[in-house]
């Protein structure tokens, strides 16, 4: 009895190994047609076998050269990089896209591989204190698409990206300039807030950034200059933190320009 139950339980734990573990489709470019080829590459990706999936679109762009099917493996070979994640497959799906892109430029899928690239580098991006040479390189990307599909379908979602990571560069400045003006640098402070807020979009702004600006420039005896500032951040954000000190430091430094000069 006991040994029938083991061998029970052997035969299914080999099911259950088969079912996890299928046998792999023998790849025959001269029995199989390019669409079959691709179908079975796209099965792969969407079972997360990137390996696999990589295998069939190769065999299909390598085998096919005048196949509509052709371009479609290039990008699914690309995404299946993309799609197993991590900063070295992030990588090689950089270059694949790049090499699409450089082989198709007038494909509609070209714009795709454009804005892949973007999200490659944005998904290698550094928190905000940290080096932002990813951020940087995702920025010039997402730009690529804006400019060269002005009118194409990732238009929207590029631009979103794009003020996304102008959210990190910015937030990276503000925290170097926080740090001047901790340790009794202001002007070092509102050199770097007034360089940020010039160079990144009004839509990523913080009330940090004009709070810290007003701040520092109040401690240089800047009154006019800093008193605009606090009229600004108490104008635009009058429910954040910070706001009873802008009060305080305008009733204090701005009512009158003889008082708030001496």
């Keep these: 009895m006991k040994f029938k139950i083991a061998i029970l339980i052997l035969v299914c734990l080999a099911l259950?190994?088969?079912s996890c573990h299928?046998?792999?489709i023998h790849l025959d470019p001269k029995k199989m047609s390019d669409k079959q080829?691709?179908?079975?590459?796209?099965?792969y990706l969407n079972d997360n076998d990137y390996e696999r999936a990589r295998d069939a679109f190769k065999t299909v762009y390598e085998n096919f050269p005048k196949s509509e099917y052709r371009i479609l493996a290039r990008i699914g070979y690309a995404d299946s990089y993309y799609k197993e994640g991590r900063d070295a497959n992030w990588t090689l799906a950089i270059q694949e896209y790049q090499d699409f892109i450089s082989l198709f430029p007038f494909s509609p899928k070209a714009q795709y591989a454009?804005?892949?690239?973007g999200l490659c580098y944005y998904n290698m991006m550094e928190k905000p204190d940290r080096d932002q040479t990813q951020t940087k390189k995702a920025v010039d990307e997402f730009k690529k698409v804006l400019d060269n599909y002005p009118n194409g379908e990732y238009y929207k979602k590029a631009y979103e990206?794009?003020?996304?990571c102008y959210s990190s560069l910015a937030e990276h400045e503000f925290q170097i300039a926080r740090y001047y003006e901790r340790t009794g640098r202001p002007m070092a402070a509102v050199e770097r807030i007034k360089a940020l807020l010039k160079s990144y979009p009004e839509s990523v702004h913080q009330p940090k950034?004009?709070?810290t600006l007003a701040k520092a420039l109040q401690e240089l005896h800047q009154y006019p200059e800093s008193c605009?500032?606090?009229?600004?951040f108490l104008k635009k954000w009058p429910t954040t933190d910070h706001v009873s000190d802008a009060k305080e430091a305008q009733t204090k430094y701005c009512k009158g320009t003889n008082r708030a000069s001496q």
């Design 37 to 43: 080829l691709y179908d079975i590459g796209m099965k």
């Design 22 to 24: 299928p046998q792999t």
């Design 161 to 164: 990206y794009l003020l996304k």
């Design 16 to 18: 259950f190994t088969l």
């Design 114 to 117: 454009q804005l892949q690239m």
């Design 228 to 232: 605009t500032y606090y009229e600004q």
């Design 209 to 211: 950034y004009i709070y």
